[in-house]
């Protein structure tokens, strides 16, 4: 579920970000969800590296979920967070796996949820196979400046894109709003935040489309 952003920002036109103080802030140190201290993560998610048979690397399993037909196991449990990703012992990327006929809206709580109090929903893709959102926060700035991101000073930029499945052999799904039970989370590329960028650049667009939630074509 990966979005390629380097590949955006090979094609979009250099625009300048607003620049905000680089200063983490006391709320940001009580983060739990994106952004957080992997201490703090912890302290509220349960790593799981084996579970029956089944064993796990470090970050790849967090808060197994036993009693449901859970998205990332079709037909049984599996782990609610898998996996995250951690910069600078910063998480800096999510991936959910809700239970299957999960609604999209509860899927989009549930994101907002790992995210600042101070998010702002600047831009959604429809696509084919998925929702695709730009979101900023100015929390998030500071701790996205610092790690390896390659974030300006001040972006503080997060996608969100919403999916029914991955795919099924090998091939994209039609994204049903009904069934979305797969979120993910990752620092994005600041040149789509900036002024006049969300879809005011037919480069910036043709980008999104072919990189956003795969091809963005279904077969």
């Known amino acids: 579920m990966v979005v390629r952003m380097k590949a955006i920002a090979a094609t979009a036109v250099a625009v300048a970000v607003a620049l905000m103080p680089i200063t983490v ?58 996996p995250i990703s951690v910069e600078k012992r910063r998480v800096d990327g999510i991936t959910v796996s809700l239970a299957n006929q999960t609604p999209l809206a509860t899927s989009e709580h549930l994101a907002l949820s790992l995210l600042p109090s101070d998010r ?30 390659g974030e300006p000073p001040g972006a503080g930029l997060v996608t969100v894109e919403f999916e029914t499945t991955a795919t099924v052999n090998g091939s994209e799904v039609a994204f049903n709003p009904a069934n979305a039970p797969l979120i993910d989370l990752e620092v994005a590329d600041p040149a789509l935040g900036a002024p006049g960028a969300p879809y005011t650049s037919a480069a910036i667009q043709a980008e999104v489309v072919r990189n956003a939630c795969g091809s963005g074509q279904l077969p």
């Open 25 to 82: 802030s006391a709320h940001s140190k009580r983060l739990t969800g994106f952004g957080a201290t992997i201490s703090a993560w912890n302290s509220t998610h349960k790593m799981v590296t084996k579970h029956g048979y089944q064993t796990f690397d470090k970050d790849v399993c967090y808060d197994w979920v036993a009693h449901e037909a859970n998205a990332s196991k079709l037909n049984g449990p599996g782990c609610r967070y898998a």
């Open 120 to 149: 702002v929903v600047l831009w959604t893709v429809n696509q084919p196979n998925c929702i695709w959102q730009l979101i900023q926060s100015k929390t998030l700035a500071p701790i996205l400046a610092s790690d390896n991101s």
